[in-house]
């Protein structure tokens, strides 16, 4: 039970971080409007655009990974039953 509860804590920490940093991104680097159109010419090359460009890519990687090594295992458990590890 602790091993699910620590995937799950880590899938909701990955999932928002990813998503605190695009609100950032779209604040900070690309607003909304015409203006924002404008300054994310200029802005989404500074080193804090690009820092968060890269958290977003990594965050994306953790959470989907996350939810790729739940599925199977839950494929795996339902595929073959009699092999799940007991816990001590």
């Given at each position: 039970?602790?091993?699910?509860l620590?995937?799950?804590?880590?899938?909701?920490?990955?999932?928002t971080?990813?998503?605190?940093?695009?609100?950032?991104?779209?604040?900070?680097?690309?607003?909304?409007?015409?203006?924002?159109?404008?300054?994310?010419?200029?802005?989404?090359?500074?080193?804090?655009?690009?820092?968060?460009?890269?958290i977003?890519?990594?965050?994306?990687?953790?959470?989907?990974?996350?939810?790729?090594?739940?599925?199977?295992?839950?494929?795996?458990?339902?595929?073959a039953?009699?092999?799940?590890?007991?816990?001590?």
């Amino acid at each position: 039970m602790e091993a699910i509860l620590k995937s799950a804590a880590s899938a909701l920490l990955a999932y928002t971080s990813h998503y605190g940093m695009a609100k950032f991104y779209n604040y900070a680097c690309v607003p909304d409007g015409f203006w924002g159109y404008l300054s994310g010419m200029i802005s989404t090359g500074s080193p804090v655009c690009q820092a968060g460009v890269q958290i977003l890519t990594h965050t994306q990687v953790s959470y989907s990974s996350i939810l790729m090594m739940g599925i199977t295992r839950v494929i795996i458990d339902i595929v073959a039953p009699g092999t799940q590890v007991k816990e001590v």
